[in-house]
């Protein structure tokens, strides 16, 4: 029972470079998240998908887009990666009673020089 | 507009004592208030949580404390072992922002043995 799996654990990108970081999960849960986690900020989210299909902003948005494959995929793509991107990012899925919060992936942490 | 703060960056305590992390939020129609902790290279993970109708949550070495009133969450942990050293951040869940959890900036807990 893996949990939530994120791929690739480390990147490096130039600026200017695409990318996409994969999230899976095998709780069959409805909700996944992808937060960005930078020194002094907390975790900040990135975007959301409240079920198979839909998608939605959260806090900080520009320069990513998203995709809900299917129930268990939440994919996150950098069209064109800039220094400010630079972070450790993870995904995160909602647990079946809201008193338990998230189960998170193990994170990938990103450098964009 | 910072809903949550965690105004303590770092905390250092000796072994067996107590450790005390503090979180402030502004918005009072938070229902769930949940503390993770984390280690280096790893996800946060759930650690415990509490209901806004409730004022204390005890889990074995691990208790949180909600005031409403003063709209402050703390997380006590007695006694306070080295391998209790991580990251440990405060997040409050309320069901209208559809599900998403809102992040405090984190503390860094050292246990000193």
């Known amino acids: 029972n893996a949990g939530v799996t994120q791929t690739p654990k480390f990147q490096v990108l130039k600026t200017g470079q695409s990318m996409t970081l994969q999230c899976a999960q095998d709780?069959?849960?409805?909700?996944m998240y992808w937060y960005r986690q930078d020194p002094g900020m907390g975790l900040r989210l990135i975007y959301y998908?409240?079920?198979?299909?839909?998608?939605d902003k959260g806090e900080v948005p520009n320069g990513y887009n998203v995709s809900r494959l299917n129930k268990r995929e939440f994919s996150l793509r950098l069209e064109s990666a800039a220094p400010s991107q630079t972070s450790v990012y993870f995904c995160?899925?909602?647990?079946?009673?809201?008193?338990?919060?998230?189960?998170f992936g193990s994170g990938t942490r990103l450098t964009v020089v | 507009d910072q809903q949550v703060k965690q105004n303590s960056p770092s905390l250092s305590v000796q072994e067996g004592r107590i450790s005390i992390l503090n979180c402030d939020y502004t918005?009072?129609?938070?229902?769930?208030f949940l503390w993770y902790k984390k280690y280096p290279a790893e996800g946060p993970t759930f650690l415990i949580s509490?209901?806004?109708?409730?004022d204390k949550n005890e889990d074995g070495r691990f208790t949180v404390f909600l005031n409403k009133s003063a709209k402050h969450l703390s997380l006590h942990i007695v006694p306070s072992q080295p391998g209790d050293s991580a990251v440990y951040f405060c997040?409050?869940?309320?069901?209208?922002?559809?599900?998403?959890?809102?992040f405090g900036a984190g503390t860094i807990l050292r246990v000193k043995s």
């Open positions: 995160a899925t909602l647990n079946d009673r809201p008193y338990y919060g998230y189960t």
């Open positions: 998908s409240a079920s198979e299909g839909t998608t």
């Open positions: 918005n009072s129609m938070f229902d769930y």
């Open positions: 997040a409050l869940h309320r069901m209208e922002y559809g599900n998403k959890l809102v």
């Open positions: 509490i209901s806004s109708i409730k």
């Open positions: 709780m069959n849960h409805n909700s």
